[in-house]
């Protein structure tokens, strides 16, 4: 029997190139920044012609809006959301997570590199998307943090704000070296992670084995 393709509505044409068009935005944002992204550039990375984007967005600025939103959603799916029970077992996983994503997958590499960056922050919208993101990453940290304390998986001694800080510190710090050249080893960099959370929150150094990026 012949196979009857359905075509797509123009609707659903149009929503896939949008989506071609936003995620190419991401991928051109990350490699040249906000002010050196045009219309033309997001357009001829996405294998459309240079004014298609135009088209779609009318401005670069409209377009920035939608990226900014994009960011911000796909940062959450991707990097925060987590049905995990908070803990000191799961702060060690969402911070692997973070890593072997990256590694993996070069759309949530480029989020990372535009979440990371302050540059983002400049813009007036790119900036609305990404405050709350962050926000939402540190108050993620600091539930498993508070959590692995209150069930004596962690040092009971320290603070969970300053704790959670320097943890986020130190993972950003960490990312970035990663992102910095891709002759990085990024299992070695996210392994050398673990072992400096471990030794400094896990309660008399009794802590529960890393998630290996390997």
Avoid at 58 to 70: C, E, N, Y
Wanted: charged share 25%.
């Amino acid at each position: 029997m012949q196979r009857v393709e359905t075509r797509k509505t123009q609707a659903e044409r149009r929503d896939e190139a949008e989506k071609r068009l936003i995620e190419a935005g991401v991928h051109v944002l990350a490699e040249l920044g906000i002010e050196r992204v045009t219309l033309a550039s997001v357009g001829a990375a996405a294998g459309f012609s240079r004014g298609l984007t135009n088209h779609y967005f009318g401005s670069k600025q409209a377009f920035q809006r939608k990226v900014a939103i994009f960011i911000g959603e796909q940062f959450e799916t991707r990097f925060l959301m987590s049905a995990l029970d908070p803990g000191y077992s799961s702060l060690l996983q969402l911070i692997n997570n973070l890593f072997v994503r990256a590694m993996n997958d070069p759309l949530s590499r480029d989020l990372l590199r535009i979440a990371l960056s302050d540059e983002p922050l400049k813009d007036a919208h790119m900036g609305r998307q990404l405050a709350p993101v962050r926000q939402r990453a540190h108050q993620l940290f600091q539930l498993h943090v508070t959590e692995a304390i209150k069930s004596n998986d962690g040092r009971v001694s320290v603070d969970p704000g300053l704790v959670t800080s320097m943890i986020l510190g130190a993972t950003c710090a960490a990312l970035r070296v990663a992102l910095a050249s891709p002759r990085q080893d990024w299992a070695v960099i996210a392994d050398k992670l673990s072992d400096f959370i471990s030794s400094g929150l896990a309660a008399n150094g009794n802590h529960p084995d890393h998630y290996k990026t390997r």
